[in-house]
C-alpha cells in the first residue's frame, strides 16, 4: 500500500514538473466577416499554405515565449453579430463591425445605454505598425469622424454602378438618375439591403444641390472636405420630409429596375442578364476578373458624379476583451506583407499602405509605359520607400485603364472627395425600415404583371400537357 501511495506521489511530481503548455496557453477569440481573411487555402478550400491566424500565432510565440490560439468565428450581417454580442451567450476579444455599426457601439460606448455592444479603448501609441503603414488618408477620416480611439481600419471601398461598356453608355451610367432611365428599363439591379437603398434614393432625391457643390467644388469654390459635408449631410438625411420622398423615389426605381439582389448581381452581370448593378468596389473587381476569365468581357465601374459613400470595416474590440491580445492581433494584420495577403485572398482593398501593398498594385495593374499616370500620392503618402515615388515624389502607377480594377480598388482624391461615410440612423431607423418595406411589398411594376401572367399560362399549359400524356399513356395501358 506504502509503495502504490508513492507511485502516485512520485507520478504527480513527474505531472507537476512536465511543462504544462495547454494550461499556459491564451485564448484569442475573434469573430469576423465570412471569407474575410487569408485562410491559406486555394479556390477549392484545398490548404496550400499556413493562414494569417496561424502566422501570427507563430509570431506572438517567438515574441513572447508564450502560446496562444485563436478562436475563430464567423458571420453574415452586421445585425448577426450585433445579435449575438446582446445574447451574451459568446463573449469575443475582437469583431470587425461596418462603419454604421463602428458608429453605434460608440455611441452605446459614451452613452453608456448599452453595455452589451460597448467597446474598449485602442493604446493606439503600442500599435507600431498601424501607426506607421495606415494610409494618411484613411488616418485622416477616422480622426475626423472621432472613431481613432475605439477602432482600427481594415477594409474599405466605394460605392457605385458596376456595368457593361458594350450595353450601357458611361455618360448615362455617371448619374444616380440610370436607376430611374427608363431606356435601361428591366437592365440592372439595385442591392436588397434597407440602408444602401435608402442612401441611393436620398442622394437622387438631393441630386440638384449635389450637382451644383460637386461643379462648386471642380472650380475651386468650395474644398474636398467641404463638399464631403454637403455629399454626407444629403446621404444621411432622416427628416420625415426626405423619408417620405425617398420612399416615392426608390417606388419608381423599382419599377424601372430588374429587380434587388444581395448577391447575385456580380454574377448575373458576366452571365448578361443585366446590364448594370450597384456594387460595392471590391464585389465589382470580382465581377470584373470573372467576367475577364470565364467569356473575355470587359465591364466597368463608375461613381456617380453627384456622389456615393465610402464604406469601412474595421476591427473593435468588445467590452471586456483581453486588449492586449487583440491590439496584437491587429498589429500584426498591419504589417504590409501580412496585409497584402489578406487584400490578395480578399479581394478587397486593405486600409494599409507600404511597399508590399504597392508592389501589389503594380503587379497586378501596371503597363509600364500606360499613357495614365495615375497618382495615388492620396493613399500612400509617408509610406513608401524613397525607390517607389517618382521624381516629383508621387506615388504613381502608370496604366492605359481608367474606370477598371485599379482605379475601382482606388478611387481618385477627386471620387473620393464627392463621398460620404453612411452614419447609423440611430432612432430614424425604425422610420427608414418601415418605408423600405412599403417599398418592397406595394406597387408591382407592370413588368412584373405581366411576368407573373405569362409564368401562370406556361403553368397551365405545362399541367394540361401533363394530364393529356397522362391519358395517353393510361389508354395504351388499356390497349394492351
Not at 454580442?85 to 445605454?113: F, H, N, W
Not at 457605385?160 to 435601361?184: C, H, I, L, Q, R
Not at 434614393?201 to 469654390?221: D, I, V
Amino acid at each position: 500500500m506504502k509503495r502504490f501511495g508513492a507511485l502516485i506521489l512520485c507520478a504527480m511530481l513527474c505531472i507537476a514538473l512536465v511543462p504544462d503548455v495547454y494550461a499556459r496557453e491564451e485564448i484569442l477569440r475573434v469573430y469576423n466577416w465570412q471569407d474575410y481573411i487569408n485562410e491559406g487555402k486555394d479556390d477549392d478550400g484545398a490548404k496550400i499554405a499556413e493562414s494569417v491566424i496561424e502566422l501570427w500565432e507563430e509570431d506572438y510565440y517567438e515574441r513572447t515565449g508564450k502560446r496562444v490560439r485563436v478562436q475563430y468565428d464567423t458571420f453574415e450581417t452586421n445585425e448577426t453579430m450585433l445579435n449575438t454580442l446582446r445574447t451574451g451567450k459568446t463573449s469575443y476579444d475582437l469583431v470587425c463591425p461596418s462603419d454604421y455599426v463602428i458608429q453605434k457601439m460608440l455611441s452605446a460606448t459614451l452613452s453608456g445605454e448599452d453595455d452589451s455592444i460597448s467597446i474598449e479603448k485602442y493604446d493606439i501609441s503600442t500599435m507600431t505598425n498601424y501607426n506607421r503603414y495606415v494610409s494618411p488618408y484613411i488616418s485622416q477620416l477616422f480622426e475626423k469622424n472621432g472613431w481613432t480611439d475605439y477602432a482600427v481600419a481594415y477594409m474599405w471601398g466605394t460605392v457605385g454602378f458596376m456595368y457593361n461598356p458594350e450595353a450601357v453608355k458611361k455618360e448615362d451610367v455617371s448619374t444616380w438618375d440610370f436607376f430611374w432611365n427608363t431606356d435601361y428599363k428591366n437592365r440592372a439591379t439595385c442591392k436588397d439591403v434597407s440602408r444602401d437603398a435608402y442612401v441611393i434614393g436620398s442622394l437622387y432625391a438631393h441630386s440638384q444641390e449635389l450637382q451644383k457643390a460637386a461643379q462648386n467644388y471642380k472650380s475651386g469654390k468650395i474644398t474636398a472636405d467641404e463638399l464631403q459635408k454637403i455629399v454626407n449631410a444629403a446621404a444621411n438625411d432622416t427628416s420625415a420630409e426626405n423619408i417620405e420622398e425617398v420612399g416615392r423615389v426608390l417606388t419608381e426605381m423599382k419599377n424601372n429596375i430588374y429587380g434587388f439582389e444581395v448577391d447575385s448581381g456580380k454574377t448575373d452581370i458576366v452571365s448578361g442578364k443585366i446590364d448594370a448593378n450597384l456594387a460595392w468596389s471590391g464585389d465589382a473587381v470580382y465581377a470584373m476578373d470573372l467576367a475577364e476569365e470565364e467569356d473575355d468581357k470587359e465591364l466597368a465601374f463608375v461613381i456617380p458624379r453627384e456622389g456615393s459613400t465610402i464604406w469601412f470595416d474595421g476591427w473593435v474590440m468588445p467590452k471586456g476583451a483581453n486588449t492586449a491580445l487583440a491590439q496584437d492581433f491587429v498589429d500584426f494584420l498591419c504589417v504590409p506583407e501580412i496585409a497584402a495577403m489578406n487584400m490578395d485572398y480578399i479581394g478587397y482593398t486593405s486600409a494599409i499602405a507600404g511597399d508590399q501593398i504597392f508592389d501589389l498594385v503594380r503587379e497586378n495593374y501596371e503597363d509600364g509605359d500606360g499613357k495614365y499616370e495615375y497618382d495615388l500620392s492620396y493613399f500612400f503618402a509617408g509610406t513608401l520607400s524613397e525607390d517607389r515615388y517618382d521624381e516629383n515624389n508621387r506615388a504613381i502607377i502608370r496604366t492605359d485603364t481608367i474606370g477598371r480594377q485599379l482605379t475601382t480598388q482606388y478611387p481618385s482624391l477627386d471620387e473620393v472627395a464627392r463621398c460620404g461615410i453612411m452614419e447609423d440612423f440611430g432612432d430614424r431607423n425604425q422610420a427608414v425600415l418601415e418605408m423600405w418595406s412599403v417599398v418592397k411589398s406595394n406597387n408591382v411594376s407592370a413588368f412584373s404583371y405581366v411576368m407573373m401572367a405569362v409564368l401562370f399560362i406556361m403553368m397551365i399549359a405545362m399541367m394540361a400537357s401533363t394530364i393529356r400524356r397522362k391519358t395517353k399513356k393510361k389508354r395504351r395501358m388499356r390497349r394492351r
